[in-house]
């Protein structure tokens, strides 16, 4: 099994420190997403958050969900993609479609390799198998998924990963701290260093989800 590795690092307990704060400091002001103006994103966030909790509640009654946001789909043959407004992508899965946490996580490596271009595979493309071992021993947990947080859950579901791509948007730890709280019962358990940003992971106990989102390096 791929075991959570652990982490000295001094920066990311001061942001926790800092996003737990922000609760009380921050009013979110955001921006907007892809475009939306100012005070419209708010309820944007809101009606993300809602769309996946119902895409998750409703997951044995139906395949897919029409919403704003690429969704990334992991049965155990393979991926599907539905891209609507580029806002985020979700990568997600059945657990029990898997025999255990190794065989996920692989499988999702490999679709990943698929969904992005920087490692310079195509829409599709076959991966030999060395080379997307190499990527996923050598590169990718090295320098992108230092510490794993994966956790077996009671629920039959699992989220992998719930990546916050939003180019040009960049979410603060305010920003953050605003989506924390209009998820009922979501909880920060881990803020981890990325390689340009930190990812924030959060455990919504209501529906035993991990939801996790980027936010900038400041």
Not at 45 to 56: L, S
Not at 86 to 98: C, L, V
Not at 122 to 146: A, C, H, N, S
Not at 157 to 170: H, Q, S, Y
Request: contains cysteine; proline residues 2%.
């Amino acid at each position: 099994m791929i075991k959570t590795l652990d982490t000295k690092d001094k920066e990311i307990a001061t942001l926790i420190v800092e996003l737990q704060k922000a609760s009380y400091q921050i009013e979110a002001d955001l921006i907007g997403f892809n475009g939306i103006r100012r005070h419209s994103a708010r309820n944007t966030i809101t009606q993300i958050i809602q769309d996946i909790d119902n895409f998750m509640l409703n997951w044995s009654k139906t395949n897919f969900i029409e919403c704003s946001y690429k969704i990334i789909q992991l049965p155990k043959e393979g991926c599907q993609i539905k891209e609507n407004l580029e806002s985020a992508t979700i990568i997600m899965a059945p657990m029990n479609a898997f025999n255990d946490l190794d065989e996920a996580f692989v499988c999702l490596f490999k679709q990943y390799l698929y969904y992005h271009e920087e490692w310079e595979v195509g829409y599709g493309r076959e991966v030999e198998q060395d080379d997307w071992e190499k990527l996923l021993f050598e590169t990718w947990i090295p320098t992108y998924l230092q510490p794993v947080a994966f956790q077996e859950l009671s629920s039959d579901l699992f989220l992998l990963r719930f990546m916050a791509e939003i180019t040009g948007l960049g979410l603060s730890i305010g920003e953050s701290q605003t989506i924390i709280e209009q998820c009922n019962g979501l909880k920060v358990i881990e803020l981890r260093r990325g390689v340009l940003d930190y990812d924030v992971f959060a455990y919504n106990n209501n529906i035993g989800m991990i939801y996790s989102w980027g936010i900038n390096r400041e």
